[in-house]
């Protein structure tokens, strides 16, 4: 695949992820089980969570990949649309349970407060729970085992939720460069990679595409978490809505924290070069651009 | 499918029974993530409560009804054994998460203590996730995406989890029988009756055969909870290893409390004499032995 994919010649970049997130918020919309129906509290917590707003970069670089792969994108309840919503229903999952008292006890997330604040523990552990399911439920709808089988591996024991365990161990403790990106790789890594190659399965993209998108995808991921570290450092509170300098509030093991945050910059700057070179030299397409603002992002 | 099927003349359900948990420890023991893998502590949480005991009912549901539609049972690594191991830790992950403090706060399952007393609550919380998190990559890999759906939908909001939102909020509430009826087919019921689905899938049972035995899975999941509820009255510590008398302490909904326990025993019984009246008068098959042993069940 060497021609010129998706070009952006009149596209801004800022209006395609605007067009995709709407896209996403529509898509969760319908999916997500409607609030008058019983078990109702349970179905008013899955959607204040989902509907709270948040980057939707998963389905986005889910649905980049799968047009960068010349997908269909025609149509109406699509394999991709499934897709899209099931990876933003599994991250929200994440965030739920991580936001826990017994975890990183988080009141504010998306500027409001937290699943478990505003309606117990319990449905927020239950709301948790229910969406890791529609998500695979959604997955298994695109009728490819395929990608069940990849975003499973991608969020079990050797991924995200691995992740978080090893992110929780290693607070208060002195950790090393090959330590965090071990835990990053795992926590946020391995869910922006696989959102990634997703995209491009459903694509029914070859071989060779797959292991480079494979590659711009861990190398995105990995950044992205890097550059998350930075801003709960120098970030704008009311951009990110919710609290900066909470990682070092709770002795959060952080990229920063284990190289210094000018290094932290640098290695995130490299990363995402690394992704973009991937791509020939002189193509210009979607993927490029979104690795881009990934990079200069303030929120 | 009207001949006899796996006549039980020369076969003890005792023996059965016994043979088919030794086969489902067999496969959780194979199927579950090595202790010593990273992160080892979410590794040995996994394992401490799949493999504490416990019926495997549901997978020698599975399995039952597997072999009832003639499903092949020779070989290692087959999808119905991907299935029962799948079915058994989807049970698991819905206990862990019961237990919490936030939930029921129990001390004590399968007489050992529960997963939260021993790793920590945010150790069960995850632990939980990753067990439903295998258990979808296990149905994923039986190639059948119609089990991951089926699956999927038993243990969601208008299911499993559904059941237990609803079994939160009736706690210390008056409750009518047709109110229980919901919650346990919710929260018990259809993850038993999805087994037994779940089984005659794999086996590529005909749409008859499938009704069938549909009507006999809700049937005995209904019933299997309701005896719970009365072995939570009447039951032997020390036989079922966990607290007698939880429910009425923690002001459970439960099925004795909304009809009574004379009513509650009547109920059961018909509801296993409804379960085997789905097969034929003559016929003598496991499904029949299996609800006959349920109703007798004395932990």
Do not use: W
Not at 101 to 127: I, Q
Not at 232 to 242: F, H, R
């Amino acid at each position: 695949m060497t021609k010129d994919k998706t070009p952006l010649k009149s596209i801004d970049i800022k209006d395609y992820l605007k067009s995709v997130k709407a896209l996403t918020d529509r898509l969760l919309n319908r999916y997500l089980p409607a609030e008058d129906m019983f078990p109702s509290t349970l179905h008013k917590a899955m959607r204040y969570s989902v509907l709270a707003g948040g980057k939707r970069i998963r389905p986005i670089l889910a649905y980049s990949s799968y047009q960068y792969c010349d997908g269909n994108v025609d149509g109406e309840d699509l394999p991709i649309h499934f897709a899209m919503a099931a990876l933003e229903m599994v991250h929200t999952y994440s965030l739920i349970h991580d936001d826990l008292p017994c975890m990183d006890d988080d009141d504010l997330r998306r500027g409001m407060p937290t699943c478990h604040k505003k309606f117990g523990e319990a449905a927020a552990v239950l709301a948790g729970d229910a969406l890791h399911d529609v998500a695979f439920n959604l997955l298994a709808s695109t009728g490819s085992n395929k990608v069940v089988v990849e975003l499973a591996k991608a969020i079990g024991t050797f991924g995200m939720i691995g992740g978080q365990m090893a992110d929780v161990e290693a607070e208060g403790k002195n950790i090393t460069r090959e330590d965090i990106i071990n835990i990053h790789c795992r926590k946020t890594g391995a869910l922006l990679s696989s959102s990634v190659r997703i995209g491009a399965m459903l694509a029914e993209a070859d071989k060779k595409t797959m292991e480079k998108l494979s590659t711009y995808g861990e190398k995105v991921g990995l950044a992205f978490q890097i550059i998350d570290d930075i801003l709960d450092i120098e970030g704008d509170q009311n951009l990110l809505g919710k609290n900066v300098g909470s990682d070092s509030e709770n002795q959060k093991a952080t990229y920063p924290k284990a190289v210094g945050i000018e290094v932290a910059k640098s290695d995130a700057h490299t990363l995402i070069n690394e992704a973009v070179s991937v791509f020939d030299e002189f193509d210009d397409n979607i993927l490029i651009h979104l690795a881009q603002y990934i990079a200069q992002r303030n929120k």
